[in-house]
């Protein structure tokens, strides 16, 4: 997305929730709509799995409406709303902390009942492929919160540095350290691979 792109999307975006603080529920319909999946996205990222994620970005959007009388636009909207997201989930990760729950089964992974794809690769790749992308979830999910939400922000949305660092209050160089700490903890988790 260009510079002007997203200057149009974020004013889209801020003249919704003016509307949205009027009451507009059509208005915040189109917001939920934009958003939600990115929203929704980042929550399983950040939790691991996406147990929870529909729940919590629920109430990420719940926030939004509340909100909305009281919401200034003095950053991008997607800045405010990440701000909430933020909240949510470390909120979340705190509590799992606290209280840890063991399933009693484990959940049927949510790809298993895909059709398969004509072009898949050779079933030894696939494999290879799959153990990869489930030992990269794993270690980004291992890194402390902070430098988490990073590497999700940047590499699965390519959210700018002032974007995250607004997020997270942090400043850009601090922004570039906590990414330059996570990635480097990454490759050290993810060696083995790195070297096949």
């Avoid at 189109?30 to 929870?52: F, S």
């Avoid at 063991?102 to 050779?122: C, G, K, N, V």
């Avoid at 489930?134 to 949305?157: H, S």
Wanted: aromatic share 8%; glycine share 4%.
């Amino acid at each position: 997305m260009t510079d002007d792109e997203a200057s149009r999307a974020d004013a889209s975006d801020v003249a919704l929730m003016r509307q949205v603080a009027r009451g507009d529920e059509e208005a915040f319909r189109e917001l939920v709509e934009t958003h939600q999946a990115r929203v929704i996205g980042m929550v399983a990222k950040m939790l691991g799995d996406g147990t929870d994620a529909e729940d919590i970005a629920q109430g990420v959007f719940v926030r939004v409406w509340r909100s909305a009388g009281r919401y200034q636009p003095t950053a991008k909207f997607t800045t405010w709303l990440y701000k909430i997201t933020r909240n949510l989930v470390f909120n979340e990760l705190r509590r799992r902390k606290r209280h840890p729950v063991t399933p009693l089964e484990r959940e049927e992974d949510e790809h298993h009942f895909q059709a398969a794809d004509i072009r898949a690769m050779d079933p030894a790749e696939e494999m290879l492929d799959a153990e990869l992308q489930g030992a990269i979830q794993t270690a980004i999910y291992e890194l402390p919160e902070v430098q988490r939400m990073a590497v999700i922000m940047r590499r699965y949305d390519d959210t700018p540095y002032e974007e995250i660092g607004a997020v997270l209050k942090l400043s850009v160089p601090a922004v570039k350290s906590v990414l330059f700490r996570a990635r480097t903890e990454l490759r050290e988790r993810l060696r083995k691979y790195l070297r096949e």
